[in-house]
């Protein structure tokens, strides 16, 4: 089921016990989920990629965590924008990546830090300007989907949030891409915006957008048709769309493990990981016909 905001159950919004019924909760229950979330509400840890960056996660405690997917299953109900990739059902990187197999010139860029740089005045502007709930309800979502005044790295609120608050900004440069001609794809923090040409004037006015959002971008990288060209984890080059070695070499390492597992519930987890991997290379062997640029 998909719909417009104005039909999301959180539009106009201005009853904290409607707002605590839709979230599975008495007022009681509402007043304090929202005391607690603030205070120890969240369990943090360092977490290490395998390319060894550190990554600092802010994960939400059962309780909390509940009440936050109620908000985000809510959320994902309203129609996304056609460049959105992610958070979106149905769509993946793998998609999002073939879109631009065509373009002659292909610019990705992405946001740096994007949770942590997502501050609760925007979540809480989201809900007061965007979906019109009131200042109370407003203020209790914001409280309730952020953790030390950012959106938190772990909570499943953060990705479908991190496009709400800045949704003014992703329109804005939605409407730069049009008026250039290009063809735009957003996958959570990653920008590809790709065409015939990508002139210089448009990746400058998308990263200002972006700087006037109060977010930072990494250096865009630009890359030119018949050359190898990474877009979301998607190779495409010459001899059309491939996933890299890394994606092979982690789905080696699964099955091995799962070879040797002697837990029922770890030896389950491997399995929906080893499907995951499987199903993305489906999507790039079993690609639709190439769209023009």
């Known amino acids: ?13 201005a009853s904290k016990r409607r707002l605590a019924e839709l979230l599975g909760l008495d007022a009681a229950g509402l007043r304090r989920i929202a005391k607690y979330c603030q205070e120890s509400g969240y369990n943090e840890w360092d977490n290490q990629s395998e390319s060894g960056k550190t990554r600092r996660i802010e994960s939400p405690k059962p309780e909390l965590s509940r009440v936050q997917k109620r908000v985000a299953t809510l959320l994902s109900r309203i129609t996304p924008p056609d460049f959105l990739y992610c958070p979106v ?19 990705c860029l992405d946001v740096k830090s994007y949770f942590a740089s997502t501050p609760s005045r925007r979540v809480f502007w989201f809900f007061q300007r965007i979906m019109e709930c009131s200042k109370d309800v407003a203020g209790i979502l914001a409280v309730l989907s952020t ?19 800045h949704c003014d900004m992703w329109a804005a440069i939605a409407s730069l891409a049009l008026e ?44 030119q048709q018949g050359r190898a060209r990474e877009v979301t984890g998607v190779i495409l080059g010459p001899d059309g769309p491939k996933l890299p070695h890394r994606h092979y070499e982690k789905l080696g390492r699964l099955r091995g493990e799962i070879a040797i597992c002697t837990s029922a519930q770890e030896r389950e987890l491997l399995e929906r990981m080893i499907q995951g991997y499987q199903a993305q290379a489906k999507q790039v062997t079993t690609r639709p016909p190439r769209a023009a640029a």
């Not at 953790?147 to 608050?165: D, E, K, N, R, W």
């Not at 920008?191 to 865009?220: C, D, M």
Request: aromatic fraction near 14%; charge should be positive; include cysteine.
């Open 147 to 165: 953790y030390q005044g950012h959106l938190p790295t772990g909570s499943p609120t953060s990705p479908i949030l991190s496009f709400y608050a």
């Open 89 to 107: 059902k149905g769509k993946s990187y793998v998609k999002n990546a073939l879109i631009h197999e065509t373009g002659a010139e292909l610019i």
């Open 180 to 223: 250039y001609e290009c063809r735009l794809s957003v996958y959570m923090d990653d920008i590809t915006i790709s065409g015939p040409r990508v002139p210089e004037r448009l990746v400058w006015e998308v990263k200002q957008a972006v700087f006037r959002n109060g977010l930072l971008y990494h250096k865009a990288k630009r890359f």
């Open 1 to 13: 089921m998909s719909y417009a905001h104005t039909q999301s159950p959180f539009y106009r919004l």
